[in-house]
């Protein structure tokens, strides 16, 4: 049993603070060296395709190092030279090339079957044209699931073609991987053309020395999590986690300790200390590491959030595409965001305070975020749409 404790708000605290979320951030326009810092210490960066606002893997920066340039972000994933990786993470994510090793183990899985019960059966029973699909990138280069259009179209697979039913087999097998995007479109290459010689060439750890080493990512990324948050991180299996988690601690990593409110025990990383009072302000993707799991968001924050995004229009609370704002350490507000491209403003559809919010120092701190946000996407202003007890408070912080 573990013997230190921590109270709910030091946990709250420690968790931010790994997050990147503590501070503001500073002045000046970041550059690669800050974005590679910020990706590294979170460990991954969900993509999601949804383009309301602006697509999610391309929050976390601003969130946590302002209006940085969006191209830093897409030259480290699909230019000449990248040092991250598309892969399946937590969902489909970006992540550190060096960690490419330690994603090998799933990689063998997908080979062996165990992927999306459906793939895993076409990879199977289809296994010649899945490798002639292979051959054929390795002869013409990169090509994009539109060069595989042809065929029939299996229903529930997003209308996918046998092609890219194929493509997306060798993509969870690691045998092809994310040359660049066009759009969003995928544009896939031999995975060995791809990476670095220096990743590539990186010997293959054991699955339990794998499992070690994505667990330890995640707590560091965490802060403090209990055994289910650690998996959850990178989808780990559920079997052998005990164990490994076991062997961290013993290696000094982890300790085991007693979190205010929380019905499980928890793991503390090694080096994250009592963190200060965070002063930092932020608004979060609906994706954002900090609040992907609902079970931890509700024991951080005592917020039920959401993705309303999946959810029928009249049954929604807050809105389409809801970025929570964290003020300090509190989320105090939810907004539903638009970027009305065509206006040239950043359309705040629905704006709700949470509970225990101020909403005077609400509104004015997340007037000023929305006004950067504007900025690094390119519109003009901030408008307001009176939807929301927030609305008006908002409305006159921006005026």
Do not use: C
């Not at 109270?7 to 690669?32: T, V, Y």
């Not at 996918?160 to 092809?176: C, H, M, Q, T, Y």
């Amino acid at each position: 049993m573990p013997e230190e404790r921590l109270s709910a708000r030091a946990a709250r605290r420690i968790a931010i603070a790994a997050q990147g979320l503590a501070a503001r951030p500073r002045p000046g326009e970041p550059g690669a060296r800050s974005l590679k810092r910020m990706i590294g210490g979170l460990g991954v960066v969900q993509i999601d395709s949804v383009n309301v606002l602006v697509r999610s893997h391309y929050l976390p920066a601003f969130s946590r190092l302002g209006d940085y340039r969006r191209e830093l972000l897409e030259a480290a994933a699909w230019g000449p030279r990248p040092w991250l990786f598309e892969y399946w993470g937590h969902e489909a994510s970006l992540m550190p090339v060096e960690f490419q090793p330690l994603f090998r183990w799933r990689m063998a899985r997908a080979r062996e079957g165990a992927l999306w019960s459906g793939l895993a059966v076409f990879g199977r029973e289809r296994a010649d044209f899945v490798e002639a699909v292979l051959q054929r990138i390795e002869r013409e280069g990169p090509l994009t699931g539109g060069d595989f259009a042809d065929g029939p179209r299996a229903p529930g697979w997003w209308n996918w073609s046998d092609g890219k039913r194929a493509l997306e087999w060798l993509f969870w097998a690691g045998l092809i991987t994310t040359r660049t995007r066009r759009g969003f479109e995928r544009v896939y290459d031999l995975t060995d053309r791809v990476l670095p010689r220096a990743v590539l060439d990186a010997p293959t750890p054991s699955e339990p020395d794998a499992h070690r080493g994505l667990l330890a990512v995640a707590a560091r990324a965490l802060g403090v999590a209990t055994a289910g948050d650690l998996r959850d991180y990178f989808r780990m299996p559920v079997h052998g986690l005990a164990e490994r988690l076991a062997e961290l601690v013993e290696m000094g990593e982890l300790r085991r300790v007693k979190v205010e409110g929380w019905r499980q025990d928890a793991f503390l990383a090694a080096g994250a200390g009592r963190a200060k009072r965070p002063a930092g302000a932020a608004l979060l993707s609906p994706f954002d590491n900090l609040i992907w799991s609902r079970d931890r968001t509700q024991r951080l924050f005592g917020a039920r959030i959401r993705l309303e995004i999946y959810t029928p229009a009249h049954r929604r609370e807050h809105g389409y595409y809801v970025l929570p704002f964290l003020l300090g350490d509190t989320l105090t507000a939810r907004v539903d965001l638009k970027a009305d491209r065509g206006a040239g403003v950043l359309r705040v559809q629905a704006a709700h305070p949470e509970t225990q919010a101020d909403p005077g120092l609400t509104s004015d701190a997340l007037a000023g975020v929305l006004r950067q946000m504007a900025r690094w996407l390119g519109l003009t202003g901030v408008e307001v749409v009176d939807k929301g007890a927030l609305a008006a408070a908002l409305s006159r912080a921006l005026a």
